[in-house]
């Protein structure tokens, strides 16, 4: 029996450490903050039981609707896009030979720039006398507000959002393409599979276990937009690129209704594990 539990033991106090911060800094913060969304926390310290009088308010509160549905938007321009940033640049990076570590750090080096500093530079790009209308001008073509028009900030700041994250994503996509045998696209080259066909019948399916990964780690990152949004728009214009995490900070930091703010994130809490259960069960099953 002793030799049965020593490896168990072993193992665990390996990973005991990370465990440990774990529940310091995620397990117990969520309790708390499940706790505090049943009550009306103040700045002051002070708070009353209120049961779930904050759920009811959030249901009836057309703020919260407005910011869900200007995060679903955002997610569905930006989980796509960033998808096939990062899957096309894995795939140019697989394929070149000549310098491929210093095209690798030039790709990845917008993933490591401050938000804050890539926000400034983009606004910048958007603004009318800006690159983008520059350019624009040059065409004979009337300047756009990126920024001041509702229908195009969110994609927009998805733009921006992906040219930040893709690099990550694209290192993940390019070790999953670097573990797939060589000798599987070799034989399908012999047996006269053009480069769609080896891509479509091999290289795809054998990535799905990265893709999936990818795609739960964007969709995430997606519903936690903040910084980007919090540069460039402050949440405008006609609060058409206020989401949830921003209204999160407006609850919580501008009218410090702590106890409310909690009960945003757990609402967002849940949405998120939703979303990535129903993305395990109809496309990742299989791979994880």
């Given amino acids: ?10 193992g665990l106090l390996f990973v005991l450490p990370m465990l440990v911060l774990f529940l310091i800094f995620r397990i117990f913060p969520t309790l708390g903050a499940a706790g505090m969304s049943l009550t009306n926390w103040n700045i ?14 959030l249901v009836n509160d057309p703020n919260f609707w407005s910011s869900l549905q200007a995060t679903l938007v955002y997610t569905l321009i930006y ?12 795939l140019l990076l697989n394929s070149i030979v000549f310098m491929r570590g210093l095209f690798r750090g030039i790709l990845f080096l917008p993933y490591v720039t401050s938000f804050v500093f890539a926000g400034l530079i ?12 520059g350019l624009l001008a040059k065409l004979d073509l009337g300047p756009v507000g990126f920024m001041e028009r509702a229908e195009l900030v969110l994609p927009a700041l998805a733009v921006v959002s992906c040219w930040k994250g893709f690099g990550y994503s694209m290192l993940i996509l390019l070790a999953g393409l670097k573990a797939i045998p060589g000798s599987y696209l070799e034989a399908a080259k012999v047996d006269g599979a053009g480069p769609w066909q080896r891509f479509r019948g091999i290289t795809l399916p054998l990535l799905k276990p990265a893709i999936f990964f990818v795609l739960v780690i964007e969709t995430i990152s997606s519903f936690q937009v903040f910084d980007t949004i919090y540069v460039m728009t402050g949440g405008g214009p006609a609060k058409a690129s206020y989401t949830l995490i921003y209204g999160i900070f407006e609850r919580g930091f501008r009218f410090w209704e702590f106890g409310y703010a909690a009960t945003w994130g757990m609402v967002l809490f849940a949405i998120v594990l939703v979303v990535s259960l129903i993305q395990r069960r109809f496309i990742g099953k299989e791979n994880t």
């Fill in 1 to 10: 029996m002793r030799d049965r539990l020593r490896d168990p033991i072993t």
């Fill in 44 to 57: 002051g310290g002070e708070w009353d039981f209120i049961g779930v009088d904050n759920y009811t308010r």
């Fill in 79 to 90: 989980v796509p896009l960033v998808m096939a940033v990062s899957l096309a640049t894995a």
């Fill in 122 to 133: 983009w606004r910048w790009i958007y603004e009318f006398d800006g690159l983008i209308n």
